[in-house]
Structure formats: C-alpha cells, structure tokens
DNA sequence: CTTGACCCTCCAGCTACTGGAACCCCCATA
DNA sequence: TATGGGGGTTCCAGTAGCTGGAGGGTCAAG
C-alpha cells in the first residue's frame, strides 16, 4: 500500500509518515520503483503510533511501547510505569496551566479594555512575584 | 551592570538574555570591553518577559506586549485582545490534557502492573478510536 | 504524448532556548 | 610580574516533532 493510503488510514500525514521510518519507528519495504511498501503490519503500528501521540508519549515513550507491544512476554509491569509517568507529568502541565489561567483570568477581568490607556494586565506584568 | 547580576535580579539565565538581544527584545549598549553594560530600564524589561513568558505568552506575544507597554498612549483594549486570545488557548490546551489525563488514568487503573503479559494499555492503544 | 496526481530525497525552518568550544578581560594573590 | 579563577564574548550545533518547499521520478487516464 501506498504512502497517501496509509496516511488515510492512519490518520497521519505523509511527511509524518516519512520522518517516523527516518527515525525508525517503521520500516516498510520498498517496490522496485522505490515507492514504500506498507505492510498491515505497518499501517497497524502507525495507527498504534498516532493513537499514543495523541495521548501525549513522546516519540521514546511511543519507541519503547511500541517495542513492548511487540514483544508478546512482557509484564504490564513495564507498560503501566511508563503510561503512570506520563499521567504524573500530564497532571503536572494541566497544574501549571490552571495557575496561568487563574492568574491571568483575573488580570482580564480586572481591565476595562477600552480606549484609556489604564491597564492592569501591564501593571501587573510590571510587579507580578518572580515565578 | 553585568549580564551576570542582571540575570540574578531578573531570574534569566545569561544565555537567555543574550537570546533575547539577538532578536531584538532588548538591545543594551556596551561598555568599551564589549561586555554588556545593561541599564535600569533594560533590567526592568527583562523582568517584564520573564514574567510574561511564564504566564505562557509567546515571545511574539511579548513582542506585541512589551511594545504596548512602552506606548503609553496605547489603549488597554488593545492589551487584554493579547491576553484574552491567549487565556483561550490555554483554556484550550488544559481541557485537552484533561481528557489525556481522563483516558490515561483508565488504563492505568485497569491495568494490573504485574509479571503477566496482559495489558489493557497497550489493547487500548490498538483500539481506541482516532483522536 | 501529455496531463495531473502521486511518489521520492534532501534541505531549511519552526519555538525558545541550551550546551559547548574557543577566546578575551579583570582582579587578587604569590 | 606571572598566574589562576571567575567573569565576559562570539559562533556553531542541537533539542522535539514535525512541516514546507524545491527539484525530480512514476503511473494511469485521456
């Protein structure tokens, strides 16, 4: 199958496609015309790829599930400390956000928006406490 | 003042400051032995973007930002456009690492983390559907 | 035979820095 | 006066995860 189908089926775009084989992630052989090859085993493991991508692993985490899903012995031991990591660090950012959030939700409020020139989003950027 | 003490009042690292030269976000004069000779008001700009960054604000933001704020003429109108657009995005970003976190807590609680090959992540993972 | 939709590779650029090499400068001490 | 250490300087390269574009080959339809 073809680059543009497996894209379609995937729900990932050619150029993505193209850099997960450069960094080896897959390795789909290649017709005689030097077109890429995909297997169903390809397009599974790109679809595999897309799905953990969008959970947020990074491209490693996505590396080392993908070789834990392949490899039929291993301990969900192994899967679940990583997949825990990335949960701790989502909850992490998702705190960090709430408090940007917070802060400049209140600093919106608190401006008139309007055409004076008096503005508290500015002020505040001025002497906000050093993070 | 040196780049070094600038960088302990304004929570900078040197390298970023020199960062922010470069592209032209502050732009102190130098003493005669090429270093840096920053002034008060660039040390309060500095300030100001590191402040600004860690609300999460681009450096464009910061750009727009820290030209508004040097107009004192310019409408607090046009500075809460900047923040609001920005607070959207967040509010975007954290309800999507929510339901990262929401799908990723699942699995993990539904998976047993011990020596057996069976894991719920990783069959998830092959079938969820596309985001 | 041409057209247009594919496919290929390679190179550059994006964000916002960060690390490192190679070098210069200033001050204090032996 | 030499020297050592802790500043400073520039420039180059790399990070993550793609994305855009140039310049070219391939294939099926008309």
């Given at each position: 199958?073809?680059?543009?189908?497996?894209?379609?089926?995937?729900?990932?775009?050619?150029?993505?496609?193209?850099?997960?084989?450069?960094?080896?992630?897959?390795?789909?052989?290649?017709?005689?015309?030097?077109?890429?090859?995909?297997?169903?085993?390809?397009?599974?493991?790109?679809?595999?790829?897309?799905?953990?991508?969008?959970?947020?692993?990074?491209?490693?985490?996505?590396?080392?599930?993908?070789?834990?899903?392949?490899?039929?012995?291993?301990?969900?031991?192994?899967?679940?400390?990583?997949?825990?990591?990335?949960?701790?660090?989502?909850?992490?950012?998702?705190?960090?956000l709430q408090?940007m959030r917070d802060?400049l939700s209140?600093?919106?409020?608190?401006?008139?928006?309007?055409?004076?020139?008096?503005?508290?989003?500015?002020?505040?950027?001025?002497?906000?406490?050093?993070?």
């Amino acid at each position: 199958m073809n680059i543009g189908e497996v894209a379609q089926q995937s729900g990932l775009p050619p150029k993505t496609i193209r850099y997960y084989e450069d960094i080896g992630l897959v390795n789909p052989p290649r017709d005689t015309n030097g077109y890429r090859a995909f297997r169903a085993s390809d397009i599974h493991k790109l679809s595999f790829l897309g799905r953990a991508r969008a959970l947020g692993f990074t491209i490693e985490d996505c590396r080392n599930l993908l070789a834990l899903w392949e490899d039929k012995t291993r301990a969900s031991h192994d899967v679940r400390v990583i997949a825990k990591e990335h949960l701790t660090q989502i909850e992490a950012k998702i705190t960090d956000l709430q408090a940007m959030r917070d802060t400049l939700s209140t600093l919106v409020r608190d401006c008139a928006g309007d055409d004076r020139p008096d503005c508290p989003i500015l002020q505040k950027l001025e002497t906000l406490p050093k993070p």
